[in-house]
């Protein structure tokens, strides 16, 4: 889907397909150095971060696996409740594994921060985060990042990836929703 296709929901464009995939290429390079001689397991983080694994896994040189997960902290709601809940868990043992989590956006933190520390209690022996948005503005925890792709504003966002009610994920960019498609 192109912004074109949805632009009377879109308030303002942040990121374009080509600049995603720029980022994406140098965290990539950034990975690829850090990780010579390792296998590492990209674990993603559903939904959101299918596009952004998908392009991490298919633009990185070197021997990975991948897994999933689906974690909740939203419930039904748009606020974070705290309250984490696994609701796909790894098919993977971490033991030992030098584990990649790869997400679309750090709002809050406390997800993140509750993931990284439940996959570093299964004997991992690194969890390193890799995310493609980070809003500085929302953080409620510190999250240490080791791949950050961009810096974004407290806006409720959509595309490649992220959605709202389920829709928007198809869009090649990411793009600040309009408050009258959500109000």
């Not at 600049?19 to 965290?27: G, M, P, T, V, Y």
């Not at 299964?122 to 791949?147: F, H, Q, T």
Request: one cysteine or more.
């Amino acid at each position: 889907m192109e912004f074109s296709d949805v632009e009377n929901d879109i308030a303002e464009v942040l990121y374009t397909e080509q600049e995603i995939h720029a980022k994406i290429a140098e965290l990539s390079r950034r990975i690829e150095v850090d990780y010579a001689g390792e296998k590492v397991l990209l674990v993603g983080v559903l939904r959101g971060a299918v596009m952004v694994m998908a392009d991490l896994a298919r633009e990185l040189t070197i021997p990975i696996e991948m897994d999933w997960m689906a974690v909740s902290s939203y419930g039904s709601g748009t606020q974070s409740s705290g309250v984490v809940r696994i609701l796909k868990d790894l098919d993977t043992d971490l033991h030992g594994r030098h584990v990649l989590i790869v997400e679309d956006i750090i709002d809050s933190g406390l997800t993140l921060s509750w993931l990284r520390g439940n996959l570093e209690s299964r004997g991992a022996a690194s969890v390193e985060i890799c995310a493609l948005l980070r809003k500085p503005e929302a953080a409620k925890v510190v999250v240490d990042v080791k791949y950050e792709g961009f810096q974004i504003p407290n806006a409720f966002v959509v595309g490649y990836g992220l959605d709202f009610a389920e829709q928007y994920r198809n869009l090649r960019g990411i793009a600040v929703l309009a408050p009258h498609v959500y109000a």
